[in-house]
């Protein structure tokens, strides 16, 4: 009788480029969080949530670290090149995904979504008619281009013909985000929900 041992596949890691100049995505063929996005802007809001981004923020060149799904997309200080810290990061990620270190902590996606519905707007009839749409007009034409180029796009909140959303990962501080979302985003959401007269970003 043969006993069956799992066979442990290992970790392959490779970069892929993004339109922010100052931000790299590191995609791997582990699975690193499914349940949500994860956006930290400074060791601070890691240290509470995230191991493997509180050791990314050790190092003195990561300025933020975004998780999802399969990768890891890191923003660099600006006074550094990648030519000299990209394999440097590809090797910590790589080591760290191996040892089985955990990512996340237990209760970050709960949490995170407690804050959301803790933030819930009421709106009125029409409004809220006119957010669900918004929603959809996101998550089907919006979100997989963002997530495409290691970045995350949320809805915030809508008022008077004004959407507001939150861009985290690739797409936060990135010089082409204003172009993308002006004449990309607003222009669609207008096209298609007429009561939408602008589309801002805020920080989240």
């Known amino acids: 009788m ?5 066979v442990k596949h290992p970790v392959t890691l490779y970069t892929e480029q993004t339109p922010n100049p100052e931000t790299l995505k590191f995609v791997t063929n ?5 349940q949500n996005t994860a956006d930290f802007r400074d060791a601070e809001a890691a240290k509470e949530w995230s191991p493997m981004a509180t050791a990314l923020f ?14 890891v997309t890191i923003s660099k ?20 995904i191996e040892s089985e270190k955990d990512i996340l902590k237990d209760g970050y996606a709960e949490a ?4 959301k519905s803790n933030d819930t707007i009421n709106y009125s009839e029409d409004d ?3 957010v669900v749409k918004i929603k959809e007009l996101i998550a089907t034409y919006v979100k997989p281009a963002v997530e495409m180029d290691g970045g995350n796009i949320e809805f915030a909140s809508y ?13 936060s501080g990135c010089p082409s985000s204003t172009v993308t979302l002006k ?3 607003e222009g669609m959401m207008k096209r298609m929900i007429p009561e939408v007269t602008e589309v801002v970003a805020i920080a989240g």
């Not at 043969?2 to 799992?6: H, S, V």
């Not at 995170?112 to 804050?115: C, D, M, N, P, T």
């Open 2 to 6: 043969t006993q069956e041992t799992a």
């Open 30 to 34: 582990r699975m690193l969080f499914a």
């Open 58 to 71: 050790e190092l003195p060149y990561v300025k933020g670290v975004y998780i999802s799904n399969n990768f």
């Open 77 to 96: 200080e600006f006074n550094y090149d990648w030519a000299d810290i990209m394999l440097k990061l590809k090797s910590f990620i790589k080591e760290y």
């Open 112 to 115: 995170k979504a407690e804050e």
């Open 128 to 130: 809220a008619a006119i």
């Open 159 to 171: 008022n008077e013909g004004v959407v507001s959303v939150v861009l985290q990962g690739a797409c």
């Open 183 to 185: 004449s990309g985003i």
